[in-house]
């Protein structure tokens, strides 16, 4: 809801979901800020996100402004949009059509727009360490909400209030993943396979994914969630040397890869660059008595 500056507001339906990190007390807007009953209060920013870390620095592996630029333009040009369709296939079969679906890590939101698309009356939280990204993700989609939060902290959303957690490439909060979600609910992770960029890696030395990541993955979530199914994708890719050179810098590994030599190593790849794409989506069930609910 826009406030009488423009300015995007928090909506009432965010509001039953969000908690005050510093107490247990729920919040309210007040004077472009949210606000607490002990009057603990968060500024909404002007491009419409909310920021609710208080008392820490950024994390060091938050996304800068260069990485996403590189992220929304490469998504844009549509090169992950198999994976999208994947995702928005199964939230429509695991979500209600009025979910609240989160989404950890959400960087730009464009993986919440997408599942938001195809739920018409769902609500989506995205949240991230990322000030850049927060500003994309706020306005990915009229439905979609952006909070500035660490994920690997104890998460200020109340217990049981989603339908859907999407976590995409993002880092892996196993109890928090289990806390939030509702009795039915179900986890959409994403990983990439060991093939993943394979013809990528010795030219432009990036790290090689660990072909046992989903073994670990599930020996991770083992103690709180039970492996429903996982879908396998993997499609050939063909880029421009601007695309190649986007798809490293908007990842990790443009933390380590000097720019203009990330280029020259592009460019020695010849046109177009052939890239694999691979992936793997697996869908958790919540263990307990909340997750004894029959498999969709």
Not at 167 to 179: K, Q, S, Y
Not at 192 to 217: F, I
Request: hydrophobic fraction near 40%; aromatic fraction near 4%.
């Amino acid at each position: 809801m826009p406030s009488a500056s423009g300015r995007r507001l928090p909506s009432d339906r965010l509001l039953t979901v969000l908690t005050c990190p510093l107490c247990p007390s729920g919040l309210i807007r007040t004077d472009g800020a949210l606000r607490c009953a002990d009057r603990h209060t968060f500024d909404i920013a002007r491009h419409g996100y909310v920021s609710l870390l208080t008392g820490h620095r950024r994390a060091v592996s938050a996304d800068s402004a260069d990485m996403v630029r590189c992220r929304g333009s490469f998504l844009r040009a549509g090169h992950y949009d198999p994976l999208a369709r994947t995702l928005v296939e199964l939230a429509t079969e695991l979500a209600p059509p009025d979910a609240v679906v989160l989404d950890a890590g959400a960087g730009t939101g464009h993986y919440l727009a997408a599942v938001l698309d195809a739920l018409p009356g769902a609500l989506g939280l995205g949240l991230d360490s990322s000030v850049h990204a927060l500003r994309a993700a706020a306005r990915a989609h009229a439905r979609a909400e952006a909070v500035g939060w660490d994920v690997w902290r104890p998460w200020p959303v109340r217990t049981g209030c989603a339908d859907l957690v999407l976590n995409v490439f993002a880092p892996r909060n196993g109890p928090e993943f289990h806390r939030v979600l509702r009795p039915d609910g179900a986890l959409l992770v994403v990983t990439p396979t060991s093939r993943h960029l394979r013809e990528l890696r010795a030219p432009l030395g990036l790290l090689a994914v660990d072909p046992r990541k989903e073994e670990r993955l599930r020996r991770t979530l083992a103690a709180r969630f039970r492996h429903a199914r996982t879908e396998s994708l993997e499609y050939p890719m063909s880029l421009t040397p601007e695309d190649a050179t986007g798809l490293v810098a908007m990842s990790p590994a443009a933390h380590h890869v000097d720019p203009a030599e990330l280029r020259r190593r592009v460019g020695a790849l010849g046109t177009p660059v052939r890239v694999t794409a691979s992936f793997t989506v697996s869908v958790y069930r919540p263990r307990g008595p909340q997750g004894r609910r029959a498999e969709s």
